[in-house]
């Protein structure tokens, strides 16, 4: 079981940085694929990010070179580094993990992120 908290969303200007931080807690943390999904209001849930335990990273080409997603194995927390944000990425941000062999999934409860002058 892995348990997905979220925090760092809030109101931020056209240009700006913001970031996401998420505390995972539970077992084997090391063996899930982690990522950050958002889902803006009429629109269907995109997946912004990945990275393994080692360091690989992929991106939604809507984000990429602007957000870059990191992960603290020792800390068991995951990082969303948003920056250069355009009222486009105005969604809430989830957590997600994903185990690398078994079908297990797990995601927090989000937190929103608006940008706006």
């Known amino acids: 079981q892995v348990q997905l908290v979220e925090s760092g969303g809030g109101l931020v200007q056209p240009g700006g940085s913001l970031r996401l931080s998420c505390a995972a807690s539970?077992?084997?943390?090391?063996?899930?694929?982690m990522g950050w999904s958002r889902q803006a209001p009429g629109k269907q849930r995109e997946l912004v990010a990945t990275?393994?335990?080692?360091?690989?990273?992929n991106y939604a080409d809507s984000v990429k070179g602007r957000f870059t997603i990191s992960r603290d194995n020792t800390n068991n927390t995951l990082s969303l580094q948003m920056n250069s944000l355009k009222p486009e990425d105005t969604a809430v941000y989830y957590c997600?993990?994903?185990?690398?062999?078994?079908?297990?999934?797990?995601w927090g409860q989000g937190t929103q992120v608006t940008v706006s002058s």
């Open positions: 997600n993990a994903r185990h690398r062999w078994i079908l297990k999934n797990y």
């Open positions: 539970g077992t084997d943390f090391s063996n899930y694929v």
């Open positions: 990275i393994v335990s080692g360091g690989n990273t």
